[in-house]
């Protein structure tokens, strides 16, 4: 089991950035796939970015691609989010989510219900 912790929300103009981290507890983390979601008010939690255990794949959400990077790192067990050219409609709860992904590689899950652990999330909130 891994419990995980995000970090790094907070108020920021748009076009500012900021940076998640999600920190997570236990020995596998490395084998793991890892995910970012996001849930604004008044709206069902949507899949922002994913990536594989071995950092060679990634998936991004079309609203996000070319504005947000996911990386981890292994040794830090820790999975970042990167969002630059932050949006007002970028506003919500963001969780980080972990799935066991030990016997494959190279894959991203980019569903909720794929995922097996999740966050407590941490807010973003983008002025105009």
């Known amino acids: 089991q891994v419990q995980l912790v995000e970090s790094g929300g907070g108020l920021v103009q748009a076009g500012g950035s900021l940076r998640l981290s999600c920190a997570a507890s236990g020995r596998t983390f490395s084998t793991y796939g890892l995910g970012w979601f996001r849930q604004a008010p008044g709206k069902e939690r949507e899949f922002v970015a994913a990536?594989?255990?071995?950092?060679?794949?990634?998936d991004y959400a079309e609203s996000v691609k070319g504005r947000f990077t996911i990386s981890r790192d292994n040794a830090k067990s820790t999975v970042y989010l990167q969002m630059n050219s932050l949006k007002p409609e970028d506003t919500a709860v963001y969780y980080c989510?972990?799935?066991?992904?030990?016997?494959?590689?190279?894959?991203?899950?980019?569903?909720?219900?794929?995922?097996?652990?999740w966050g407590q999330g941490t807010q973003v909130t983008v002025s105009s």
């Open positions: 989510a972990a799935v066991d992904l030990r016997r494959f590689y190279y894959s991203v899950r980019t569903k909720e219900k794929e995922y097996d652990y």
């Open positions: 990536i594989s255990r071995s950092s060679g794949n990634t």
